[in-house]
């Protein structure tokens, strides 16, 4: 039983870069097991902020070996530019980062698609990030995507032409001109070839079977995290379908992600922030219209970390944690950025009136808490949270039977406390 997971239980951006940065050192192996570079990881230490998409956050630690798993998808483009990223702070992550050879490709007609599938769903588009992630995990279950080893063979050239003009014939047939769609900035050709020489440098990278180097792992009692991305209400099986997105962001997505047995889980830590945010479109049933939202999102900073785009605010749904804490058997809750709502003079909690269906029915009611009003930020003992903090937490911990065992009180690796000696 030695793998731990770093999971988000809402809508995404609960803060599970920061917590796996944190956790890191505990471990041998830093895996990512699904989603692609739609996701974007914060962390920040010595002052500097760092955004990951597609490297696993352990990267910072060059002790600890790092691994892109089978369940991600990876466009090279942007992996590369991490990759620079990390060299201009001196790291060299060829050292300590395995591909496996089965995470499929983004190829740039995948942004395109993404584009093109939302235009044509104009109002009821699902907000995608547009980095490709559906389409490409769409090729990957029609049995015609590209996994990334596939770019070793000799007729690599050859599949990827197939797949290229199999979707171009889609995208004639809309009778939109590809050469009219933009991708960074760039014409489709002008990325392709960017692209191109992206995958040429990430073909340097260890490609491997990471099932077999993690069943290595588990025999010599390694440690190893696998750290999710996006949240669980945005899983496509689980999540407010259809506004979620293309993987399981939930714990059976950390086996076939990876390829280990669900019995050598251990530990499953589900990251919620004290209230609630989603970016992109859906269902929100705590969502707030008012000045709090206002007051939420310029206070957490709830700009998106891939997009920029601005974060939906509203209270914490206690029903949908109590859902997502059954959907992956947490076993310790993380409760991030506190420190938001040090100013309030009343919080919320939101609570369905029916809680048999997750997400239809969904009115709710609000139970009110009186707030600490008091800066929590640098505070560096749990047992110095004001008592307000303290009674509030009480209150999750009791209606959801699980134990919040770290609270973060601000956006810096030092800005957490530790309920418990983990
Ligand atoms: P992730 O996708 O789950 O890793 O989360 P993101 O990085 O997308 O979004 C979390 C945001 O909250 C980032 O800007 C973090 O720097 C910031 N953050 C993390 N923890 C805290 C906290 O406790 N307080 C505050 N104020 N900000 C935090
Ligand atoms: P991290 O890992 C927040 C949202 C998008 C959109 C929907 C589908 O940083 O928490 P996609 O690009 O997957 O087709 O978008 O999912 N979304 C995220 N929201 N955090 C993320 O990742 C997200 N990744 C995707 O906004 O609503
Ligand atoms: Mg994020």
């Given at each position: 039983?030695?793998?731990?997971?770093?999971?988000?239980?809402?809508?995404?951006d609960?803060?599970?870069?920061?917590?796996?940065?944190?956790?890191?050192?505990?471990?041998?192996?830093?895996?990512?097991?699904?989603?692609?570079?739609?996701?974007g990881?914060t962390?920040?230490?010595?002052?500097?902020?760092?955004i990951?998409?597609?490297?696993?956050?352990?990267?910072?630690?060059?002790?600890?070996?790092?691994?892109?798993?089978?369940?991600?998808?990876?466009?090279?483009?942007?992996?590369?530019?991490?990759?620079?990223?990390?060299?201009?702070?001196?790291?060299?992550?060829?050292?300590?980062?395995?591909?496996?050879?089965?995470?499929?490709?983004?190829?740039?007609?995948?942004?395109?698609?993404?584009?093109?599938?939302?235009?044509?769903?104009?109002?009821?588009?699902?907000?995608?990030?547009?980095?490709?992630?559906?389409?490409?995990?769409?090729?990957?279950?029609?049995?015609?995507?590209?996994?990334?080893?596939?770019?070793?063979?000799?007729?690599?050239?050859?599949?990827?032409?197939?797949?290229?003009?199999?979707?171009?014939?889609?995208?004639?047939?809309?009778?939109?001109?590809?050469?009219?769609?933009?991708?960074?900035?760039?014409?489709?050709?002008?990325?392709?070839?960017?692209?191109?020489?992206?995958?040429?440098?990430?073909?340097?990278?260890?490609?491997?079977?990471?099932?077999?180097?993690?069943?290595?792992?588990?025999?010599?009692?390694?440690?190893?995290?696998?750290?999710?991305?996006?949240?669980?209400?945005?899983?496509?099986?689980?999540?407010?379908?259809?506004?979620?997105?293309?993987?399981?962001?939930?714990?059976?997505?950390?086996?076939?992600?990876?390829?280990?047995?669900?019995?050598?889980?251990?530990?499953?830590?589900?990251?919620?922030?004290?209230?609630?945010t989603?970016v992109?479109?859906?269902?929100?049933?705590?969502?707030?219209?008012?000045?709090?939202?206002?007051?939420l999102q310029n206070r957490g900073n709830e700009f998106g970390s891939t997009t920029g785009r601005p974060r939906r605010c509203?209270?914490?749904?206690?029903?949908?944690?109590?859902?997502?804490?059954?959907?992956?058997?947490?076993?310790?809750?993380?409760?991030?950025?506190?420190?938001?709502?040090?100013?309030?003079?009343?919080?919320?909690?939101?609570?369905?009136?029916?809680?048999?269906?997750?997400?239809?029915?969904?009115?709710?009611?609000?139970?009110?808490?009186?707030?600490?009003?008091?800066?929590?930020?640098?505070?560096?003992?749990?047992?110095?949270?004001?008592?307000?903090?303290?009674?509030?937490?009480?209150?999750?911990?009791?209606?959801?039977?699980?134990?919040?065992?770290?609270?973060?009180?601000?956006?810096?690796?030092?800005?957490?406390?530790?309920?418990?000696?983990?």
């Amino acid at each position: 039983m030695s793998v731990d997971v770093v999971l988000g239980i809402q809508w995404g951006d609960e803060g599970k870069g920061k917590i796996v940065d944190i956790l890191s050192p505990n471990y041998d192996i830093v895996c990512r097991f699904q989603g692609g570079p739609n996701a974007g990881h914060t962390i920040i230490f010595d002052g500097k902020k760092h955004i990951l998409h597609t490297i696993p956050s352990g990267i910072f630690h060059e002790n600890i070996l790092n691994i892109i798993g089978n369940g991600v998808v990876i466009d090279p483009v942007t992996f590369i530019n991490e990759i620079n990223e990390l060299k201009a702070i001196n790291l060299n992550p060829k050292n300590n980062l395995y591909i496996s050879s089965s995470a499929h490709l983004i190829l740039p007609i995948h942004r395109v698609l993404d584009y093109i599938y939302e235009k044509q769903k104009g109002d009821d588009k699902i907000g995608s990030t547009l980095r490709g992630i559906g389409p490409a995990y769409t090729d990957k279950v029609a049995r015609r995507g590209l996994p990334i080893g596939f770019s070793l063979l000799k007729d690599f050239e050859k599949l990827y032409k197939e797949l290229n003009d199999f979707h171009i014939n889609y995208i004639k047939y809309t009778g939109i001109d590809i050469n009219e769609i933009e991708i960074e900035g760039l014409r489709f050709r002008e990325y392709e070839d960017q692209w191109l020489g992206a995958l040429a440098l990430m073909k340097e990278f260890k490609l491997v079977s990471v099932e077999n180097i993690l069943h290595r792992a588990l025999s010599e009692n390694k440690k190893i995290l696998a750290e999710g991305a996006q949240g669980s209400l945005l899983d496509i099986d689980h999540g407010t379908y259809p506004f979620v997105t293309s993987s399981n962001t939930t714990i059976g997505g950390v086996c076939t992600g990876l390829g280990i047995p669900h019995n050598s889980i251990n530990k499953v830590y589900g990251v919620t922030k004290a209230y609630c945010t989603r970016v992109g479109n859906g269902p929100f049933p705590s969502e707030l219209h008012d000045d709090i939202s206002k007051e939420l999102q310029n206070r957490g900073n709830e700009f998106g970390s891939t997009t920029g785009r601005p974060r939906r605010c509203g209270w914490l749904d206690l029903s949908l944690l109590k859902y997502a804490i059954n959907l992956n058997g947490i076993t310790d809750l993380v409760l991030m950025k506190v420190d938001v709502l040090d100013s309030f003079d009343k919080i919320f909690v939101a609570e369905h009136i029916n809680e048999q269906n997750p997400f239809d029915n969904s009115e709710i009611k609000l139970i009110e808490f009186p707030g600490w009003q008091m800066d929590t930020s640098s505070i560096n003992n749990y047992y110095n949270l004001p008592e307000n903090l303290k009674k509030f937490i009480d209150f999750i911990e009791k209606s959801t039977s699980v134990s919040i065992t770290m609270i973060s009180i601000g956006p810096s690796r030092e800005q957490i406390l530790k309920k418990i000696n983990i």
